[in-house]
C-alpha cells in the first residue's frame, strides 16, 4: 500500500495525456517528476510547475508510462526490472491492453486506459480536470495481487475517474467499437467534408452542431494513433465489417423505399443512446457489500469483472487481509440501486457475500 507520507508519482511521456495525468495528481498531493524523450518538453513542464523533477528513485511508489502503446512493454519491464521496491506499482495509459499485458509478467504492473481526451494537443492542452467523470479502464489478470488493484483504484478515483475492470483481451474488442473504430469514422466524415468543400466552400458554413459534434475527435492529435489503431487492428477490422453491412442495409432501404427499416434503426438507435449510463451518485447514495476472496489467482479478477459485466461502477474498494494462505476480505462500496444485481451475481460466484447495513 501507499503510504500517505510516501506519495512519489513519476510521469513517462508528457503529452496531454502523460501531463494532465501528472497534474492531477500534483493537485491531489503527490511530488511529480516526469521524463520525455523531447528536452524541450521536460523543460517546459518544469517550468510551468507540471513535474518537480525528471529523476526516478527509490522513494517512488507510483509510475505511470503514457508513451505511444508500442512502447509502453518495453519501458514498463526495464523500470521493473530497475527497481527492486515491492512497494512500487506501475501502470500505463495505452488504447490497446492485449499486446502489453502477455508481455509484462511482474505482479507489480497493473494496465490501465483512461477514456478521456481533448482536441487540445501535447503539453500546453494538459488539465489537471481531465480526467473527472472519466471511465478509467483497469485490466486485472490471474496475477494482480488484490492491494495492487484497491491501491491504484484508490488513487484513480482520488483524480476524479470511475473505474471499470475488464481482461485484457475484452478491453480491445470493446474498445475497438466503443473508441477506435468512432475515430476513423470522424476522421473519414470530416475528409469527405472537406473535400466537398473543395467545390462547395459553403458546406463547412452549414455545418451543424451534429457534424461538428460527430466529428469532434477528429481535432485530436493524430501522431498518438497510428500505434493503437494497428495494435488493436483485428478487432477495429471486425468493426468496421459489422458497420460496413449495418450501413448497407441503410443504403439499399433508402433506394428501395424502405421506410420501415430506417425508421426502426433510428428509433431503436434513439432509445439505446438515452440508457447510455451517466448517473451521478452521493455518497449517501451508495451501498457496501463486503466479499470474502480466497488467496487463489484469479479472486479478485472475477469480483471486478462481475461488476463491470453488469455496468455496476465499484466506487471504492478496500481490503481486509486475513492470515496468510486463507485470504481476506473487499468492502465493496456501489449504487445502492444496484448492490443487490451485484451481491446475486457474486453469490451466484461462489463468494461469500453480505450487503453492509
Known sequence: MISPNNRYGHVIGLGLIGASVALALRDAGWTVTGDDLIPETVQA???AGIIQGRELGADHTLVVVATPAGAVATIVNEVLAANANPALLVTDVAGVKSAIVAQVKDPRFLGGHPMAGSEQRGLKGARADLFQGCNW?????DATRPE?????????REIGANVVAVSADDHDRLVALASHVPHLLAGALMNEAAEAAEQDAVLLQLAAGGFRDMTRVAAGD?????D?????RVAITRTLEALEARLEQLRLALETNGRDMVEKSLHTASEARRLLPGRAL????????RVVISDQPGSLAAVTRAASELLINIYDIEIAHGIEGVGGTLLLAVDAQQASRLQEALSELDFKVAQEK
Not at 137 to 141: A, G, I, K
Open 228 to 232: 493503437v489503431l494497428f495494435e488493436n
Open 148 to 156: 495492487v488493484y484497491s491501491t491504484l483504484h484508490g488513487i484513480l
Open 137 to 141: 479502464v483497469l485490466t486485472p489478470t
Open 282 to 289: 452521493n455518497s449517501e447514495n451508495l451501498a457496501y457489500i
Open 222 to 226: 493524430p501522431s498518438m494513433w497510428p
Open 45 to 47: 513542464a518544469l517550468d
